[in-house]
């Protein structure tokens, strides 16, 4: 079994013409953001962080967009017993079809972050560029993947999930406790603050952490198509 | 080709607190070469069993392969033709756009893939269609679509869900045709549907499901009919009353009255000589036809739990 790659052309095709869409408009929203944003006198440090801050949450609306319904609108109108009767494997499908919603929040985030480079006179382009945002795509976009073979609403359950986090973050840096509940909430949340694509690429067991958590929410998406029933769809 | 051994399948809620079970106990084979057909009324267990046979879902019990595979693997590796009782192609997609999809995704080789659709797209009456988007297509031309889709590669498992749904009659007549085109030694057609005559006339032998379990495993085509030795009732017309019937079959009845209408009943071939001897003195025959098929009445005795 192998990648149905000579399919390819049309999954960038629906990508492009579907969730490209608005993923263009954000991507052009936030380069229009970052490049108005004032950079002279002591306030330049700041205005940077700000643009970061941007950069990292149009990355991860990328990465949502990208992979909404990525499964589950299939499953919706039961076109996937239709899919699956071709010599076609679930999982390496939709893998392919991820994987090419990656190459999207790459493009995206690559076009925010060069307009940051540009107003900073930097350079943001790079091999730890484009890792990070695989990292995060990695994370991100696999929960959403994940969510996909469960329930309908994937990327409003991913997106609750990372309001939830914030919300944790913020309640945590006002000194109030974690707790017990707060402490497994967090080993669930996607480990977003570890993920910015401001920051250096994370390392030693933050890095483990991003890496376990990325790999066993594309695995268990892939896991889930492999012995989930097909039969599941409109009819039911 | 497929051999089932005690194939049972249950549906159970998420919580396991409702059971549903919807086949029991299927033992069977089915070869290469056959058109099989599967009736049944709604909730037979007809498209479960499709389900099972294209690895959609696992049996509860009971084995199921596909050339000594599990289905999904062989599915994978071969594909099956398979046109889904609700087809459910995304409503965005042209015709064209659609054909070309599933054409690569059946593993038409690329060379080969426009001369495919075009052929599917001309044979299946859709070329005038070809821009149209999915959701704009009738009911008819939807059906159409899902069966050239289905036909894109070439395979030897085909699996028709009722085929015939949402045809006029020339596209039922024409669909007859292509089923017997498709026929060849090595590929098994399965067709599955709620028209009987349909099954009739294209299955060498039609399985008659009744909640979840094959009640009747019944020989179908005119041969079958011809060599059953079952006495079936038949409407004979005549051009006017002739006073050789009661003579020649002394049991017929009238139908409604009409004393140019009769139902006559016995195995065809002592139907057939008395038919000869009608002619002979002098009879009008317009008409001879089952009243009922053998399938139906098959069907019927099936459902109703007689025999």
Redo the contacts between chains.
């Keep these: 079994?192998s990648l149905?790659t000579?399919?390819a052309g049309?999954m960038t095709r629906d990508l492009a013409l579907g969730a490209g869409i608005p993923m263009a408009v954000l991507t052009v929203i936030a380069s229009l953001v970052v490049s108005k944003v004032q950079v002279v006198g002591p306030v330049g440090d700041a205005a940077r962080a700000a643009c970061l801050v941007v950069l990292n949450w149009t990355a991860i609306g990328l990465a949502l967009l990208a992979t909404s319904g990525i499964v589950s609108a299939d499953f919706a109108?039961?076109?996937q017993?239709?899919?699956?009767?071709?010599?076609?494997?679930p999982p390496l499908y939709y893998l392919q079809r991820w994987l090419i919603g990656g190459v999207g929040v790459l493009i995206g985030s690559a076009v925010v972050a060069q307009t940051i480079a540009a107003r900073f006179e930097g350079t943001a382009l790079g091999v730890g560029f484009i890792l990070r945002v695989a990292l995060l795509y990695l994370v991100i976009g696999g929960l959403v993947f994940l969510m996909s073979t469960l329930i309908r609403g994937d990327w409003v359950a991913v997106t609750a999930l990372l309001a939830w986090h914030v919300v944790l973050g913020v309640a945590h840096s006002m000194g109030m406790e974690r707790g017990p509940i707060g402490a497994v909430l967090e080993i669930i949340l996607p480990p977003r603050h570890l993920l910015s694509l401001g920051d250096p690429l994370p390392t030693g067991i933050d890095l483990v952490q991003v890496l376990v958590y990325g790999t066993l929410v594309l695995f268990g998406a892939l896991a889930m198509l492999r012995w989930r029933?097909?039969?599941r769809?409109?009819?039911q | 080709m497929i051999e089932l051994k005690g194939l049972s399948k249950t549906y159970r809620s998420l919580l396991g607190g409702r059971v549903v079970p919807a086949l029991d106990d299927l033992t069977l084979t089915l070869a290469r070469g056959e058109v099989v057909g599967v009736a049944g009324p709604n909730g037979a267990g007809k498209t479960t069993l499709i389900s099972l046979l294209l690895g959609y879902l696992a049996p509860t019990s009971g084995s199921l392969l596909l050339e000594g595979q599990a289905p999904r693997p062989w599915i994978e590796r071969h594909g099956a033709a398979y046109l889904a009782e609700l087809i459910a192609i995304p409503g965005q997609w042209s015709v064209e756009a659609a054909m070309r999809r599933y054409a690569v995704l059946a593993q038409v080789p690329a060379g080969r893939v426009t001369e495919r659709v075009e052929a599917l797209l001309r044979d299946f009456g859709l070329a005038d269609q070809r821009g149209k988007r999915v959701r704009e297509l009738s009911k008819g031309n939807l059906q159409r679509l899902g069966l050239a889709q289905a036909l894109a590669g070439d395979n030897d498992f085909v699996v028709l869900d009722e085929p015939t749904h949402g045809l006029d009659p020339l596209w039922t007549q024409r669909f007859r045709d292509v089923v017997r085109d498709l026929r060849r030694p090595s590929r098994l057609i399965l067709i599955a549907s709620h028209n009987l005559d349909e099954l009739e006339r294209l299955a060498d032998r039609v399985l008659i499901l009744h909640q979840g379990r094959v009640e009747r495993i019944v020989a179908a085509g005119a041969g079958a009919i011809a060599s059953a030795g079952v006495a079936l009732a038949y409407r004979l017309a005549l051009g006017a009353a002739h006073p050789a019937l009661a003579r020649v079959f002394p049991d017929a009845e009238a139908i409604d009255g009409r004393m140019a209408e009769w139902r006559v009943r016995g195995e065809l071939e002592a139907l057939n000589r008395g038919l000869a001897e009608l002619l002979s003195a002098g009879a009008l025959v317009t008409a001879f036809a089952p009243e009922e098929s053998r399938l139906e009445s098959e069907f019927r005795a099936a459902v109703r739990g007689d025999g």
Excluded: Q
């Excluded at chain 1, 017993?81 to 494997?89: A, D, G, N």
């Design positions: 079994m149905p000579r399919y049309w109108i039961g076109h017993r239709t899919l699956f009767s071709k010599p076609v494997s029933p097909l039969a769809g409109a009819r």
